[in-house]
């Protein structure tokens, strides 16, 4: 059974970092592109990052991009997030997603930044 589970959020002052993980045990991970996603209260769900199978293409939403960067690491079976610079409005249940269309979710992280 195909699992993706999140870890690294927690709770920051504006300016921090946080890197997020997305361990796929049971996920022929190396076939797969893995994204990020993340889900405000009362706002839907939206995209933050993406990566190819093999680690050679990155997508970005424009409002992350240059803060936060999106690697994988095929031997291990983890996707990361790298989230630097964060903003109070970065705040949100953070959740990985694997597939194209993305299958599998995980059950997300919650981050949440202070001013």
């Known amino acids: 059974q195909v699992q993706l589970v999140e870890s690294g959020g927690g709770s920051v002052q504006a300016g921090g970092f946080l890197r997020l993980s997305c361990a796929a045990p049971?996920?022929?991970?190396?076939?797969?592109?893995m994204g990020w996603f993340r889900q405000a209260p009362v706002t839907e769900r939206e995209f933050v990052a993406s990566i190819s199978w093999s680690g050679g293409s990155t997508t970005y939403a424009d409002s992350v991009r240059g803060r936060f960067t999106i690697s994988r690491d095929n031997a291990k079976n983890t996707a990361y997030l790298q989230m630097n610079s964060l903003k109070p409005e970065d705040t949100a249940l953070y959740y990985c997603a694997a597939g194209k269309p993305y299958t599998y979710w995980g059950q997300g992280t919650q981050v949440t930044v202070s001013s």
């Open positions: 049971g996920l022929n991970f190396r076939s797969h592109r």
